[in-house]
């Protein structure tokens, strides 16, 4: 599988959109890109996945670059509830088991 | 909203005791997982289960680890000889599919504490 590049961390206003980058540059063209959070010491959340498309769902935006080397995921507006590591993962589509990295640690400031 | 419950939520364990830990993944999913998270560090992969099988496994599935569907509910992880080093929280997930057409949904999880 690809390897991610997360920051370590990032602050959010309440309120305001939350914009995480993931760098996956050796992306393959059957790979996938996923989303998944931790609120504390929870079990991961599924939040989004796409290929190549952008899009949407009720918790929040995935934007894929056009060479799809690097993708954002948007939280239109960001709640304290928010705060949680955020973990973007590339997966091929024969491999069943996802690949956790360090992620991104969001921090929502009232 | 259907979702993966996990028992027991905390266990603490004698080194070189058995334990089992035990999953009930949402009852249409085929695919089966556990995954470990050792304080402060990364979720790491143990093993994926499906058609009664291991599908995939890491290498810290080694052999004091075993899983099973003993009854066509319960996912079961069992670690033969628990060692200090397994002291972790433990998550199991299901989906519905393999390869990319659905979520991972996992369970809160299972502490053991291994002293």
């Known amino acids: 599988d690809a390897k991610t590049t997360q920051p370590t961390s990032m602050d959010c206003a309440e309120g305001r959109a939350a914009n995480l980058p993931c760098n996956h540059s050796?992306?393959?063209?059957?790979?996938?890109v996923y989303w998944y959070r931790q609120i504390h010491s929870q079990g991961p959340q599924y939040i989004i996945h796409?290929?190549?498309n952008n899009e949407t769902n009720e918790m929040a935006s995935l934007i894929i670059t056009e060479d799809r080397k690097s993708s954002t995921l948007i939280l239109p507006h960001a709640t304290l509830r928010d705060t949680a590591v955020y973990y973007c993962?590339?997966?091929?589509?024969?491999?069943?088991?996802?690949?956790f990295g360090s992620g991104t640690r969001l921090q929502v400031q009232p | 909203e259907p979702e993966v419950t996990q028992t027991p939520s905390h266990q603490v364990t004698q080194m070189g005791q058995e334990v089992i830990l035990r999953c009930v993944p949402i009852?249409?999913?085929?695919?089966f997982y556990w995954y470990r998270q050792i304080l402060g560090q990364k979720v790491e992969f143990l093993v994926s289960?499906?058609?009664?099988?291991?599908?995939?496994k890491s290498e810290i599935f080694d052999d004091q680890f075993s899983v099973e569907r003993p009854d066509g509910s319960n996912f079961t992880l069992k670690i033969r000889s628990t060692k200090l080093e397994d002291s972790a929280m433990y998550f199991c997930?299901?989906?519905?599919?393999?390869?990319?057409?659905?979520?991972?949904?996992f369970g809160e999880g299972s502490r053991l504490t291994v002293l």
């Open positions: 009852s249409n999913h085929l695919y």
């Open positions: 993962i590339v997966n091929s589509a024969g491999r069943r088991a996802l690949t």
């Open positions: 050796t992306i393959s063209g059957n790979e996938y």
């Open positions: 796409g290929l190549k």
């Open positions: 997930a299901s989906r519905v599919s393999g390869g990319n057409t659905g979520e991972l949904f």
């Open positions: 289960f499906y058609n009664n099988e291991i599908s995939e």
